[in-house]
């Protein structure tokens, strides 16, 4: 893939933690669709065009499920950068806007941006929720959710499932 800028348009990397780690879950907020598995249809992003590039990351802190996801039922998945740990995510240069319609096209619970620091040159970002893993009671996620995600890390870590699924285990809890 192209890391390279094409002039006048500010790229990011948007860091999906949760379902997005898929790339066919992705192309649902970049195209429209709805995801194999869910229960919503998404409109998709203005420019519907392809990430430029996605790499795996790993960032400190922790994933946690809460609350009840419309899309996959169960809890959803959110980012605590204040947990100790490690979490495992991917990280997908897009243009500032296809950020901006990805994270208008999630629930309003995901209302915290979290600057993650830069990667050749261009600023990770993620968005979470602003209340965290302390101040919630846990909620299960779904099997579709957890598979979503498995599919996720097998694509951009190289993860069998055994060792995906373990990950997701350890999160869960």
């Given at each position: 893939m192209?890391?390279?800028?094409?002039?006048?348009?500010?790229?990011?990397?948007y860091v999906s933690y949760g379902s997005n780690m898929s790339r066919a879950r992705l192309d649902c907020y970049l195209r429209g669709g709805c995801p194999?598995?869910?229960?919503?249809?998404?409109?998709?992003?203005?420019?519907?065009?392809?990430?430029?590039?996605?790499?795996?990351?790993?960032?400190?802190?922790?994933v946690y499920f809460a609350g009840e996801s419309l899309v996959w039922g169960?809890?959803?998945?959110?980012?605590?950068?204040e947990v100790p740990g490690d979490a495992a995510a991917c990280a997908y240069l897009v243009t500032a806007e296809q950020f901006d319609d990805i994270h208008a096209q999630e629930p309003p619970c995901y209302d915290r941006i979290v600057?993650?620091?830069?990667?050749?040159?261009?600023?990770?970002?993620?968005?979470?929720?602003?209340?965290?893993?302390?101040?919630?009671?846990?909620?299960?996620p779904s099997a579709p959710y957890l598979a979503t995600m498995t599919t996720g890390l097998r694509e951009v870590f190289g993860w069998n499932s055994e060792r995906a699924q373990a990950y997701l285990r350890r999160l869960v809890g």
């Open positions: 192209n890391r390279a800028r094409t002039v006048g348009i500010v790229q990011v990397w194999a598995g869910g229960g919503c249809t998404y409109t998709g992003a203005r420019d519907p065009g392809a990430p430029a590039d996605r790499v795996a990351v790993r960032l400190p802190g922790t169960g809890g959803r998945a959110f980012y605590d950068p600057d993650l620091g830069t990667c050749d040159g261009a600023p990770l970002r993620t968005f979470t929720s602003v209340v965290g893993r302390g101040d919630v009671a846990p909620t299960e």
